[in-house]
Structure formats: structure tokens, C-alpha cells
């Protein structure tokens, strides 16, 4: 329960409230007030058994001036626990107002939260004081932060919820109740750029009493091992490093087979943003490093005819366009023609083009022409016959007997007949020769003149 209320009262300038228009008295905070005046001892400790919490303070105005005034209370975690606000006052210039508000704890879940507590007062949006207190009884946890520039800060968190911040070097009390146990951690990682942070190996503990924890942190550097596409393969030496340590670099294959028809190949590495065929084994981390292993995908072209030369099969980088071809027709007197192409495309054309964005396979589907065998065949066929023709031509002018040609009828003369004798024929002599050794003889001889062979008659 949250009880807000303001007074008219007179009191002694302690400190500006705002430059010129108002100022702010005697801020305390008390466990009760009664008609404008505290009731007991001024104190900014209270106790679990407590009735309230309040808080006192008185504003002098020099202007006349329409008041709106607003409490936050914050829980040790640095939550909000509470807001209200006064009603909207008008003032008088010269006058100075009383203000008190209050928040209870016995019974109220205030009571279970132990520790250091704050109380924000904003007068018109403008904040006019912080005030802190406690609520106990509670054993104090000191925590602090080591070796964090003091420009950096850690999220701190007490059983998992959230107490904000920590800057390096800071010192911050936590109480908590009695008997009871409880995690405290911070950041384990507080980056200050890319590739460089301040690491807490040892970022939670448990306590159960009163003391101090000491978190630690190391300035480290980082080696960035990996592929370029992300999760091709691992890198071995990923990872963060003291300064001035070496970290080792492992190799990358060449070639990563992904599924059939599929790879990752290496292209390049890219060391520190630089291009090089070549890899560093290791590197001395006295800043940050990166080493990139580049990749391709390749996709394989299948392509498969059982005529025509076919080419184009091979592996061709991701989204590039392959080109097929097969000769058609294809053989001599017999050909193949291409009917069309089946797979992953429908072509009909000998040559054709796909884009590999996966594993392709193109078959050549074939028909047996015989066109080219059916005109060998006439051709032949045709040549065979003229040479007949010819031939029996040619040897039909050599058998037929030459014609002689018929001069045109005269008419017919009478001429008186004449007839003279014929003169007496001459008979050649006869000749006649051995019968074994050739030797002319003459036609009456019994025996060859030269072997005395006997000759028969």
C-alpha cells in the first residue's frame, strides 16, 4: 500500500529543489508522520516487522506555480515496486509545502525483500532526489567486479532474475534474509568489439552468508575459424585466446561430398579479409583474427547416349548453365537419329542448355533410320544395271556382222559377152618332217635324213 500526502509548513532552506523556482528542505526518511510532523527517530533502516517505510521531504516555491509530483520505488533487484503520484497542487509564490509518502512492509511482499531499497521523486518530469534505505534484518553480500574497465558494464543476477548492472570496478551490497541461500552470477562475456571481450571464467556462486565475491574477468582475443558458406565442414582452432598466445589453424578438404551429384569444393582462404591460396598454421593472438575457408557448390551433369559422341558430362558450379550435345544422325549406310531428350529436360535439338540448381541427368532417346542405306542400295543397284547395259550392248556390235551399204540400181547395159581361158592353176608343193626329230623331208622320203628315224607313209 502506497500512502502519498503533502503539507503547507515552514522550514529552513537546505538545498535548490530547481534553479530559481523552488527549493528542497531537510530530506529524511522516518517510520511514520503524523499531522505534517515525524513520529519517533529519523531513520533510513526498517525492519520486516515495520509498518511502514516513509519518506519526508518540504519544497519552498519562489513562483507561483502549478505542482504534479510523482514516487518510484525501487526493489533491492532494481525493480519497480511501486508508483504514485501526488494530486495536481497550485501553489503560491513564498510558500513552502510539506511532502510525504509511504509504502507498507509487515504483511505486504516488501517484507520478504530484503536489502537495499531506493525512492525516486520527480517534481513536474523533472527528478528532484534519490533516496536510499533498507529493510531488514538481512546479511550483506558485498559483490565486485575485477579487471572490467570501468567504461564497461555486466548484467547481474541474483536466483536467475535480473538486478541490473555492474560497471568494472564497481562495489555493490545485497542483502538478503537470514538462513537463506541464494545464486549470484554476472555476464560470464562482456564484448568490447568485434573479436575482443572480457571473459568471467568463474561467473555465478551460491552464498548462504555474510562476505564478499570477487568476479574476475580476462581480457581475450578471437580466432574466427569457419567456412564461408556457414557449417560446410569445422575448422579446427575457433575459439578465444590470451594475448599474446598461438592458435593453431587446421586444414579444410578440398572437396566435401554432400549427397550424390553434389559437392562443396574449395575455392580460396581469406585471411584477415585477404585472398591467398594458402592457409597459416597458426597465429599469434595479439588482436583478433579470422581465417575463412571459401566454398563452391558443384552439381554433375549426367549425360547418357548410347550413339552420337555425347558431351558435357562433368561437375558445373551451382546456378551456372551447362550445355549437351550428341552428333545426329549419327553412322553411315544405318543411322541413329535423335527422337528427343528425357530426364531432366525435352528437348528435341541435338545441342541444348540447363541450369544447374541440382544433380541433372539428360538421356538421347534414338530411332534407326535406313534411308541412307535404301538410296546406297538403288544407287548400286542403278550402276550395276547400266554396266549391264553397256556390256551387253557392246558385245552385241561385236558379234553383228558389218553392214554393206547398198549404192542405187543402174539400168542394166547389154554388153556382148566375151569369154577368155583360164590359165592353169599352180599347186604348192607339199612338205612333210620327222615325226621324231622335226627335220624337213620330202613328201616320198621312208627315213629322216638326219636321225634315220622310219617315217610313216
Not at 59 to 82: D, F, L, N, R
Not at 265 to 288: K, N
Not at 348 to 369: F, H, L
Amino acid at each position: 500500500m502506497l500512502i502519498l500526502t503533502f503539507s503547507m509548513y515552514s522550514v529552513v532552506v537546505i538545498h535548490d529543489a530547481s534553479a530559481a523556482k523552488r527549493r528542497l528542505f531537510s530530506l529524511t526518511m522516518c517510520k511514520d508522520v503524523v499531522d505534517g510532523r515525524i513520529v519517533g527517530e529519523e531513520t533510513h533502516s526498517f525492519l520486516y516487522t515495520d509498518e511502514k517505510a516513509v519518506v519526508y521531504f518540504k519544497i519552498e516555491y519562489s513562483e507561483k506555480e502549478t505542482v504534479q509530483a510523482k514516487i518510484i520505488w525501487y526493489e533491492p533487484s532494481g525493480k519497480i515496486y511501486h508508483t504514485g503520484s501526488w494530486r495536481t497542487t497550485e501553489v503560491e509564490a513564498g510558500s513552502t509545502w510539506t511532502w510525504w509518502a509511504s509504502i507498507r512492509i509487515r504483511g505486504a511482499t516488501s517484507a520478504e525483500k530484503r536489502g537495499y531499497w531506493r525512492v525516486e521523486v520527480f517534481h513536474d518530469s523533472e527528478l528532484l532526489f534519490t533516496e536510499s534505505f533498507t529493510i531488514g534484518p538481512f546479511y550483506t553480500v558485498e559483490v565486485f567486479v575485477q579487471n572490467l574497465p570501468t567504461e564497461h558494464s555486466t548484467p547481474l543476477t541474483v536466483d536467475g532474475e535480473s538486478w541490473g548492472t555492474m560497471r568494472g570496478g564497481e562495489r555493490k551490497p545485497i542483502g538478503f534474509t537470514p538462513g537463506t541461500t541464494h545464486s549470484i552470477a554476472i555476464g560470464a562475456e562482456v564484448l568490447v568489439r568485434t573479436g575482443t571481450r572480457y571473459y568471467a571464467a568463474d561467473n555465478s556462486r551460491i552464498v548462504s552468508s555474510e562476505g564478499s565475491i570477487i568476479f574476475k574477468y580476462d581480457l581475450q582475443h578471437r580466432l574466427e575459424a569457419r567456412t564461408d558458406p556457414l557449417g560446410v565442414t569445422k575448422i579446427l582452432g575457433d575459439g578465444w585466446y590470451a594475448p599474446g598466445s598461438t592458435a593453431a589453424v587446421g586444414d579444410a578438404p578440398k572437396t566435401i561430398d554432400i549427397a550424390s551429384g553434389t559437392r562443396w569444393i574449395l575455392v580460396e582462404w581469406v585471411i584477415d579479409g585477404a585472398a591467398t591460396p594458402q592457409r597459416p598454421s597458426s597465429f599469434t593472438m595479439d588482436s583478433p583474427h579470422q581465417i575463412i575457408a571459401r566454398y563452391k557448390k558443384q552439381h554433375y551433369l549426367k549425360v547418357n547416349s548410347e550413339f552420337g559422341d555425347p558431351r558435357g558430362e562433368g561437375w558445373y558450379d551451382e546456378g551456372t548453365t551447362a550445355e549437351y550435345v550428341v552428333t545426329s544422325p549419327s553412322g553411315i549406310l544405318i543411322q541413329q537419329i535423335l527422337v528427343s531428350w528425357t530426364g531432366d529436360t525435352s528437348a528435341t535439338s541435338p545441342q541444348g542448355k540447363i541450369v544447374m540448381d541440382r544433380p541433372k541427368t539428360v538421356t538421347a532417346q534414338w530411332r534407326t533410320d535406313y534411308t541412307q542405306l535404301y538410296v546406297a542400295v538403288a544407287v548400286a543397284i542403278g550402276v550395276i544395271v547400266g554396266l549391264v547395259v553397256v556390256i551387253v550392248y557392246r558385245r552385241r556390235r561385236e558379234e553383228t556382222p558389218p553392214i554393206t551399204p547398198t549404192l542405187p540400181s543402174m539400168p542394166a547395159v547389154q554388153l556382148p559377152i566375151t569369154y577368155a581361158p583360164s590359165p592353169p592353176v599352180a599347186q604348192a608343193p607339199v612338205k612333210a618332217y620327222c615325226m621324231i626329230c622335226g627335220e624337213e623331208l620330202s613328201s616320198t622320203a621312208g627315213y629322216c635324213t638326219k636321225c634315220g628315224a622310219k617315217q610313216a607313209n
